[in-house]
């Protein structure tokens, strides 16, 4: 097939011998079947940012630093040079958490380097070797449900103990390959220390990702794990090989209103979200 625009310049490199396919475009990336030496790989072209739709990037960015001062202060007031290197580090932001990720355990894909915008990554398949289908168009036995959400959640625990947290999880990010699930779609990871919507963006990751197995274990449904952890995390109490149960006693304390209905309302727009991403995928 003809070679896109964006990934010339890896033939170029010889980072990319042959473009196969097209495997997917979304609304933040457009992804390629490509064949590296005797391996076939995935190359993901992140769209410019006036293409994106990524809703309230800036809530995601929260807390990432530059480690070059000119560079944050640029990005803090919005200049060109700024708006560039914003973008870089939105690129960049996937292919630094998958490296972290995959080194703490966590079942993501395997990175192999960003360059120019174009992320080059393993393609997950399943056991035949045809690309590993999304979670949201998987049945599930309730057993399967169980020991998926047991893995997930575990992902997750890894994924907190190195100071990130997904901030977009759910069924249409997950790939189920022959072991089990896989995480996909990185670049809003938000650093859990230092992104003041750290806490209510984990109870959606886990929330999410229990809503979509609740349909199969109905059990799971009442669990609390993302509360657990994030207690267990606050008191610096969590490492990988912390037991979870799913279970949390809630404080007894008054409820703050603001922040209750703060999460009523993201948990609205979330459902909104994720409405109208059942419909994009049935209609594509």
């Given amino acids: 097939m003809k070679i896109p625009k964006r990934i010339q310049p890896l033939v170029d490199e010889g980072l990319v011998d042959e473009v196969l396919r097209p495997l997917m475009s979304g609304k933040e990336a457009d ?8 391996d076939v790989r995935c190359a993901k072209i992140y769209k410019e940012a006036e293409k994106r739709s990524f809703k309230q990037a800036v809530l995601y960015r929260e807390g990432r630093k530059s480690r070059n001062s000119r560079r944050s202060r640029a990005m803090e007031k919005g200049s060109k040079f700024g708006r560039n290197e914003q973008e870089n580090s939105w690129q960049n932001a996937e292919v630094d958490a998958l490296f972290r990720l995959a080194n703490a355990g966590v079942r993501v894909p395997q990175p192999y380097g960003c ?12 056991d035949q070797g045809y690309v590993a289908p999304r979670l949201n168009d998987i049945t599930l036995t309730r057993e399967q449900a169980l020991e998926q959400h047991k893995s997930v959640m575990k992902d997750v625990q890894r994924m907190l103990c190195v100071g990130l947290i997904h901030g977009d999880l759910s ?8 072991k089990g699930p896989v995480i996909i779609d990185l670049p809003q990871a938000v650093d859990a220390a230092a992104n003041n919507n ?9 929330n999410n990702m229990t809503r979509f197995y609740g349909q199969f274990a109905p059990e799971l ?3 609390k794990y993302a509360k657990e952890m994030w207690a267990l995390f606050e008191s610096g109490k969590l490492n990988p090989e912390s037991e979870l149960t799913g279970e949390f006693k809630e404080s007894t304390k008054a409820a703050d209103v603001e922040s209750v209905l703060a999460e009523i309302e993201a948990a609205f727009d979330e459902e909104q979200e994720r409405k109208e991403r059942i419909r994009e995928a049935e209609e594509g």
């Fill in 171 to 178: 069924e249409f990010n997950v790939l189920l390959d022959s």
């Fill in 115 to 126: 360059f120019d915008g174009v992320l080059l990554m393993e393609l997950i398949t399943d």
């Fill in 31 to 38: 992804v390629y079947v490509v064949r590296c030496g005797d």
């Fill in 198 to 206: 750290a806490k209510s963006m984990l109870e959606r990751d886990v």
């Fill in 221 to 223: 449904l009442s669990s």
